[in-house]
């Protein structure tokens, strides 16, 4: 059985940083997508970043390009979500997930594996 399991997230202040923790289980993942999502009260979920496993290909989002740095640890199947200069506006639960195929996927549809979720609040 896949599990996402999200940590990480927490109180902090705007302009700090924060990195979110995704440990993946259940298969191999090689092959797959790993996508970053935020939603805040109210709003659609937002996708912010997918990583290709296989080599660690990169798609981002506007809203967090050169502030948000995904990256892979395969060794321990962990994908991390490194956020720097954070706003309030960022304030969200932040979820991890996962595609079983390659591709740039900016829809939460294309992803079937989901984590629960961590909350980040940025406080101005």
């Known amino acids: 059985q896949v599990q996402l399991v999200e940590s990480g997230g927490g109180l902090v202040q705007a302009g700090g940083s924060l990195r979110l923790s995704c440990a993946a289980s259940?298969?191999?993942?090689?092959?797959?997508?790993m996508g970053w999502f935020r939603q805040a009260p109210e709003k659609e979920r937002e996708f912010l970043v997918a990583m290709w496993w296989s080599n660690g290909s990169t798609y981002y989002a506007n809203s967090v390009k050169g502030r948000f740095t995904i990256s892979r640890d395969a060794a321990k199947n962990t994908v991390y979500l490194q956020m720097n200069s954070l706003k309030p506006e960022d304030t969200a639960v932040y979820y991890c997930?996962?595609?079983?195929?390659?591709?740039?996927?900016?829809?939460?549809?294309?992803?079937?594996?989901w984590g629960q979720g961590t909350q980040v609040t940025v406080s101005s």
């Open positions: 259940g298969r191999t993942f090689r092959g797959h997508t």
């Open positions: 997930a996962a595609s079983p195929r390659q591709g740039v996927f900016l829809a939460s549809y294309e992803y079937i594996y």
